[in-house]
């Protein structure tokens, strides 16, 4: 019998910072790690529609209280949130939903408060940016407690510390499994 997890640990990169093919090694949906891929990489970059985006610290505190507030109004548990620049990371409790319905929702609410404030700053007539954020991202059931406490310290205090999966399959010498990711 299936139970509802513990907490997901969501994840999800900004808008051409991570393309599939990427130096770093990238995530193929269902597929897992894959080791990098430059040709791949060159064509993900002709196809973007808009610049890569990079958040500057101002638009990172707007995306973690953003998610903060969606939480509290969802009476999702948000057990940690840590907003970088080209990527995020949430772990949070949020019974009876499912991970992609979380991590879509605080996404599209990401987008529209970045863009609000965007639209402030802007002249009459800009045309304010409309991709933000990668398709989908990371969703990951956590089930124990060990697992949780795990996430959270990653998502708050892990970030500089490691380096991409596939740098470190391929420092060990062995190739990626095609089960070592969860990104969709």
């Known amino acids: ?22 130096d770093r090694g990238w995530t193929k949906w269902h597929k897992g790690d894959k080791l990098s891929q430059p040709l791949l990489a060159d064509w993900c970059r002709e196809q973007m529609k808009e610049s890569p985006v990079l958040l500057d610290h101002a ?15 969802r009476h999702w548990h948000l057990h940690a949130v840590n907003c970088r620049s080209n990527h995020c990371h949430v772990v949070v409790t949020a019974d009876s939903h499912k991970g992609e319905i979380v991590r879509a929702q605080l996404k599209a609410w990401c987008t529209r408060k970045l863009k609000e404030r965007l639209r402030t700053s802007l002249s009459a007539g800009v045309a304010v940016r409309e991709h ?42 062995r190739k990626p499994s095609g089960n070592e990711g969860s990104k969709e």
């Open 132 to 173: 933000w954020w990668t398709g989908k991202g990371s969703v990951r059931l956590i089930f124990d407690e060990e697992s949780l406490l795990a996430a959270i310290a990653y998502t708050r205090e892990g970030q500089d510390a490691g380096g991409s999966k596939a740098e470190r399959i391929q420092a060990e010498g």
């Open 1 to 22: 019998m299936y139970s509802d997890p513990l907490a997901y640990f969501i994840t999800w990169t900004c808008y051409g910072t991570w393309l599939p093919g990427d």
């Open 59 to 73: 638009q990172r505190e707007v995306v973690e209280n953003t998610i903060a507030q969606h939480c509290r109004i």
